[in-house]
């Protein structure tokens, strides 16, 4: 075993142990995926886990509001933990914290301690993604920092995709503490992994973190207006296709296999809009990535716009073709908005990602909750549309808010 690792660590670290930055994206990428992971991995196996826990399939939905409730205090708060303490102080504490909430799930013999361990491992996991941003932040120039940045964001739609399925695998080959077992294991060997590499870049060290402190670095970057429309616009993405996930598929297709196909597809579109994205930034430049996901979002509009007026009669090939150009413009926006956004916040940078994060959640939340409102209705459709003609608006009013900076700065100069 010990050999084992020591192959693996090899292959991923220098040989002074610490982390290279040539690889240093595939890892992060792997370690937000299994994290992202453990959210939807035991979907396949509820009505098994309800009869284990003797509970009911209702119940068994409160697991997954617990994971959620973790994410979010978990991800509020270790921003600014990072901020003052720096990214490995926090980030393997947490990371012990989700292998121990990973180790009871597989033993859990009741609904309770399940979802206790359940929202352990959330609060420990929440922190790998702003990490994960930190840590780009800081070792990365700004031309690698915006490809790194598309890989990055791949962590969710590639999760989506792989996990349900790996999680039904698992459940034919033994049961469903298998996958959170496995999951275990990937995270010991990332804790393994992680815990190798140095502290980059060390944030203000104090000695006693307080609630002051943390409220005034929230609003540090909330009152930065530029800082609040970039942090929006990837939580307005993510909303949209929420609402397509959990809704629109059921009024067109029957069968849960095409269902699950229906709502795939446009991901597998926004891994490979990621992979153009980041040939143009590489290759080009950022700026040019921003246009062009602008001009896609604009024949997104178009189309909309001809569906509305001359197709009013929506089919299922009219709704994919639709999602799958908003999942390609989001591939190139999401990135930007994130890059944006931490350029705006460079004073709290780990509070600033913890902010876009937190705001995603919300935002999907109250996207699910609209479209479990509106579920079977053309609304529904409507609402996924409003929400990315939103993001079109706020994109445009970035200008303004970039013209007033620049004039407030130069008054101030001449003050």
């Given at each position: ?7 693996l ?5 220098k040989?002074?142990?610490e ?5 240093i ?20 196996s509820?009505k098994q ?7 009911t ?5 409160m ?5 959620l409730?973790?994410e ?7 921003g ?6 720096g990214v490995?102080?926090?980030?393997i504490?947490?990371l012990i914290?989700s ?11 009741s609904?309770?301690f399940f ?12 922190v790998?993604y702003?990490?994960?941003?930190s840590i780009i932040n800081?070792?990365f120039n700004?031309?690698?920092?915006a ?8 962590y969710q739609?590639?999760?989506w995709?792989?996990s ?9 080959l033994?049961?469903w ?14 804790l393994?992994?992680f ?7 060390k ?11 943390l409220?005034?670095?929230y ?9 609040v ?13 929420m609402?397509f996930?959990t809704?629109c598929?059921?009024i ?8 699950a ?5 446009p991901?597998?579109?926004?891994v ?9 930034v590489?290759n080009?430049?950022?700026k ?11 024949i ?7 569906l509305?007026?001359?197709q009013?009669?929506?089919n ?15 591939a190139?926006?999401v990135?930007v908005s ?10 709290a940078a ?7 994060v ?10 699910i909750?609209?479209s ?11 609402a ?9 608006l706020?994109?445009?009013t970035?200008r ?15 003050q």
């Amino acid at each position: 075993m010990k050999h084992i690792i020591e192959r693996l660590g090899s292959a991923i670290l220098k040989r002074d142990g610490e982390l290279s930055n040539r690889r240093i994206a595939v890892f992060l990428l792997l370690m937000n995926v299994i994290t992202s992971a453990s959210v939807s991995i035991y979907i396949p196996s509820m009505k098994q886990m309800a009869i284990d826990l003797q509970t009911t399939n209702e119940m068994m939905q409160m697991t997954i509001v617990a994971h959620l409730i973790g994410e979010f205090f978990g991800r509020a708060l270790s921003g600014p933990f990072i901020n003052f303490h720096g990214v490995r102080t926090i980030t393997i504490p947490a990371l012990i914290l989700s292998t121990i909430g990973h180790f009871g799930c597989c033993i859990s013999a009741s609904l309770p301690f399940f979802i206790c361990m359940r929202f352990t491992q959330a609060v420990g996991a929440s922190v790998v993604y702003i990490a994960s941003l930190s840590i780009i932040n800081d070792l990365f120039n700004e031309k690698e920092k915006a490809g790194v940045v598309g890989l990055l964001e791949l962590y969710q739609p590639v999760a989506w995709i792989i996990s349900p399925f790996v999680g039904a695998l698992f459940g034919e080959l033994g049961n469903w503490r298998l996958s959170f077992f496995v999951l275990m294991i990937a995270q010991i060997v990332g804790l393994i992994l992680f815990s190798s590499c140095p502290e980059k870049k060390k944030r203000r060290n104090i000695a006693k973190f307080s609630a002051k402190n943390l409220v005034k670095d929230y609003k540090i970057v909330l009152k930065n207006s530029y800082f609040v429309i970039y942090a929006l616009i990837p939580g307005l993405f993510a909303g949209g296709y929420m609402i397509f996930a959990t809704s629109c598929p059921f009024i067109f297709v029957n069968n849960s296999a095409d269902i699950a196909l229906f709502s795939a597809i446009p991901l597998l579109f926004y891994v490979c809009g990621t992979f153009v994205y980041r040939y143009i930034v590489r290759n080009y430049s950022l700026k040019l990535a921003k246009k062009l996901g602008v001009a896609i979002y604009l024949i997104f509009g178009i189309y909309v716009l001809y569906l509305t007026v001359y197709q009013t009669n929506w089919n299922a090939f009219y709704l994919l073709s639709l999602m799958c150009i908003q999942c390609i413009g989001s591939a190139f926006l999401v990135p930007v908005s994130v890059l944006k956004a931490l350029e705006s916040a460079s004073e709290a940078a780990s509070v600033g990602a913890s902010t876009v994060v937190v705001f995603r959640n919300i935002i999907m939340s109250v996207c699910i909750s609209v479209s479990a409102k509106f579920s079977g209705n053309i609304v529904t459709i409507m609402a996924c549309v409003f929400m990315t003609v939103a993001t079109i608006l706020m994109l445009v009013t970035t200008r303004r808010v970039i013209k007033i900076r620049k004039k407030k700065q130069q008054k101030n100069l001449q003050q």
